[in-house]
């Protein structure tokens, strides 16, 4: 089997809007690493975007998996229910940040998980409008289009979108703006485009994933947390790709002074299988009526067993302290080269969910050809990165938290190659 009769027969069958970055077709993987049908070697910092914290084909999970698909693939949650879904809710329910008593509900993806926070949210207000952030990303459904800060590619062709939703600037202090900025921008939208009483949430992902993995101030967290108090609006933390050992926490919330009302995450929960939740106050997720959440497929029993392994493997293997320890690694890399490499303008991000912002040397002006070129050099010489940010400039590093040193190691020699060639 080639890679390029794939390619043919992927442009004869699937839709140009699908869009794929590689042009190579995966055979198998194991931990950090894959392989493709001609039987090249990559090392994996995409990770499936985040999903595979725990590695591709981590032993736990996949034993957790045949296990269960011994006993049954489906019931629906929804008619049959069964323990594993309870057991997993009660986890996340202790694990999420916040001593209040909490319920949670699982769903399929990171899009459903936002879409009923959503609902989940106007339920317990009785209110209509939502706020999020310039550069955000939360989905690619309708509402996860209408709350996601950027238009290409996400919005190109897509629109009306949803009603009541309003941006307002995210902090990015290499572009210029500033927590201030910010919070009065919000204060702003008060006056001129919605009343404060109408505004059921604000969402906001704790470190931007697409946006450019940049993360939100305390001081933004704690004046967000203050305005909804004050307004009676609720705070919905986006977990999809900062949750699960990432940031050097469980979740990125706990690296703040305050508490989300609702938390969504899905990604790393299940390392590799489609599962999400949406996990926050027991009142507001008691809002909807009986059959008012819910999804055929949402709680899938071999998604959750990988779960329940997942948090097993986190605990036991010590990944947040690892993802931790593997991100400072990665940053000392980085800024180690900023004195060759003039194009790197900020390294960045918390634990292990660290990004690299190139500019033209000098200014803080994006360079998105330098950044394309670093990703194919890398890709040449075996290791897979993404490109993300509003402009396109950055490189983010969703390594897995399992991966073994030497690996890292050379990925890093690798990384260092492409950015000097560049």
């Known amino acids: 089997m080639k890679n390029a009769d794939l390619q043919q027969r992927k442009n004869a069958a699937t839709p140009r809007g699908v869009g794929v970055m590689c042009d190579f077709y995966a055979a198998r993987a194991e931990n950090s690493e894959l392989w493709d049908v001609e039987g090249r070697r990559y090392?994996?910092?995409?990770?499936?975007?985040?999903?595979?914290?725990?590695?591709?084909?981590?032993?736990?999970?996949?034993?957790?998996?045949?296990?269960?698909?011994?006993?049954?693939?489906?019931?629906?949650?929804?008619?049959?229910?069964?323990?594993?879904?309870?057991?997993?809710?009660?986890?996340?329910?202790?694990?999420?940040?916040?001593?209040?008593?909490?319920?949670?509900?699982?769903?399929?993806?990171?899009?459903?998980?936002?879409?009923?926070?959503?609902?989940?949210?106007?339920?317990?207000t009785a209110r209509p409008a939502v706020i999020a952030f310039a550069g955000g990303f939360h989905g690619r459904t309708m509402m996860g289009m209408a709350l996601t800060g950027k238009v290409?590619?996400?919005?190109?062709?897509?629109?009306?979108?949803?009603?009541?939703v309003y941006h307002v600037p995210f902090p990015a202090p290499l572009h210029g703006v500033s927590t201030e900025d910010s919070l009065a921008a919000i204060q702003a939208l008060f006056k001129s485009d919605v009343d404060p009483k109408r505004v059921a949430a604000i969402i906001i992902e704790p470190v931007q994933g697409e946006g450019g993995?940049?993360?939100?101030?305390?001081?933004?967290?704690?004046?967000?947390?203050?305005?909804?108090?004050?307004?009676?609006?609720?705070?919905?933390?986006?977990?999809?790709?900062?949750?699960?050992?990432?940031?050097?926490?469980m979740f990125a919330m706990e690296h703040y002074s305050i508490t989300a009302d609702l938390i969504t995450m899905a990604k790393s929960l299940a390392g590799g299988m489609p599962l999400a939740a949406v996990c926050g106050r027991a009142e507001i997720m008691d809002a909807p009526a009986p059959g008012g959440l819910g999804g055929t497929y949402a709680g899938n029993p071999l998604a959750v067993a990988s779960a329940l392994a997942v948090l097993d493997?986190?605990?036991?293997?010590?990944?947040?302290?690892?993802?931790?320890?593997?991100?400072?690694?990665?940053?000392?890399?980085?800024?180690?080269?900023?004195?060759?490499?003039?194009?790197?303008?900020?390294?960045?991000?918390?634990g292990a969910m660290v990004a690299v912002e190139f500019v033209k040397p000098g200014t803080s002006e994006p360079d998105a050809d330098f950044t394309k070129r670093v990703q194919t050099l890398a890709l040449q010489n075996g290791l897979l990165l993404l490109t993300c940010g509003t402009y396109g400039n950055v490189i983010r590093f969703l390594f897995p938290l399992t991966i073994q040193d030497q690996v890292m190691d050379e990925a890093l020699q690798i990384l260092s190659t492409a950015l000097h060639a560049a």
């Not at 004046?223 to 977990?239: S, V």
């Open 43 to 124: 090392i994996d910092f995409a990770a499936g975007i985040a999903v595979l914290n725990t590695g591709h084909r981590h032993p736990k999970l996949v034993a957790a998996i045949k296990q269960q698909l011994d006993l049954f693939t489906h019931t629906a949650y929804q008619i049959v229910p069964y323990a594993s879904y309870v057991e997993l809710a009660e986890r996340i329910n202790a694990l999420a940040p916040g001593t209040f008593s909490k319920k949670t509900a699982l769903f399929s993806t990171g899009a459903e998980a936002v879409e009923n926070a959503i609902k989940i949210a106007r339920a317990a």
């Open 152 to 164: 290409a590619p996400y919005k190109i062709g897509f629109g009306p979108f949803p009603g009541e």
């Open 213 to 249: 993995f940049n993360p939100a101030p305390p001081e933004l967290m704690i004046g967000l947390r203050r305005l909804c108090d004050e307004h009676g609006i609720l705070l919905i933390a986006d977990e999809v790709q900062s949750g699960f050992a990432r940031t050097g926490k």
């Open 313 to 350: 493997v986190i605990k036991n293997e010590k990944l947040v302290e690892r993802g931790a320890h593997l991100g400072e690694k990665l940053k000392a890399c980085l800024n180690g080269l900023r004195g060759s490499i003039g194009a790197i303008g900020e390294v960045r991000g918390p």
